[in-house]
């Protein structure tokens, strides 16, 4: 699919991983609704980016919040053929703490409901939109691109809600290409190592050395713009499809 005058629509859009992508999108002249609950990031970055670029503050996990944005996305610009979920979060919990405190069930739930609840529910509203588009070689319509983690494959002490939602993202890859497929909607998964975001800006150097450590090669956290370059890449491979691709330097996460 030519990325050109296609439609996109980046759930965390306003930073990370996220904005990153909205701008090479937009870049290579696509139209782009960022979707994001930060509402002051989100104006910003789409006055920073460019006039093909809007906002629509979303909540991923309310569906009433999702479809505003998925119709908003169709008024402005007239179609979805893109759509890359970025929005997630982080928790660093054990099953079982100390003084043998278990693991708190509220934040496993908002974990869940963000990274995997939110993710299947803009994918589902954002596809049924693609499904209407004209088909294009081959007969595609639309491409999915979702984000796990290799927390996903080998998460570390600690991340247990994080890695268990990260893995349900892997898991869901397959069964929605296939889907989607009588469609002609593709659907990808990049799983990111250790990336140089704000939130990882913010972590001390004890908790970011011992990551890149692990890193094989290059030996340093991944750019944003190389998460952004695979989705580029995926939107451009026709026959890339139910697919999830570390993208982590050869990083393998020990226990801790």
Do not use: W
Not at 113 to 127: E, K, M, P, S
Not at 152 to 167: H, P
């Amino acid at each position: 699919m030519d990325i050109k005058n296609k439609v996109a629509v980046v759930t965390g859009g306003a930073s990370g991983l996220g904005r990153a992508t909205v701008e090479a999108l937009a870049a290579r002249g696509a139209k782009v609704m960022i979707l994001d609950r930060d509402a002051q990031r989100g104006e910003e970055a789409a006055a920073a980016i460019g006039a093909s670029v809007a906002f629509t503050q979303t909540d991923v996990t309310d569906e009433a919040s999702v479809q505003a944005a998925i119709d908003a996305t169709r008024d402005a610009f007239g179609a979805i053929h893109l759509c890359v979920n970025c929005a997630g979060v982080g928790s660093a919990m054990k099953t079982v703490g100390r003084d043998n405190k278990p693991h708190d069930l509220g934040v496993f739930n908002t974990v869940v409901q963000i990274n995997l609840i939110g993710t299947f529910n803009v994918t589902r509203l954002a596809a049924a939109v693609m499904a209407e588009n004209e088909p294009g070689e081959d007969n595609e319509r639309g491409l999915i691109v979702n984000t796990a983690s290799v927390a996903a494959f080998d998460g570390q002490v600690g991340q247990v809600a994080y890695s268990a939602t990260k893995g349900a993202v892997v898991g869901m890859t397959l069964p929605i290409a296939r889907d989607l497929a009588s469609l002609g909607i593709r659907c990808n998964t990049i799983a990111p190592g250790i990336f140089n975001t704000p939130l990882m800006n913010a972590a001390p150097d004890k908790v970011k050395m011992p990551l890149i450590e692990m890193t094989q090669f290059p030996k340093r956290l991944g750019h944003p713009e190389e998460y952004a370059a695979m989705v580029c890449h995926m939107v451009e491979n026709r026959f890339l499809n139910g697919e999830t691709i570390r993208l982590d330097g050869g990083i393998r996460m020990q226990p801790r």
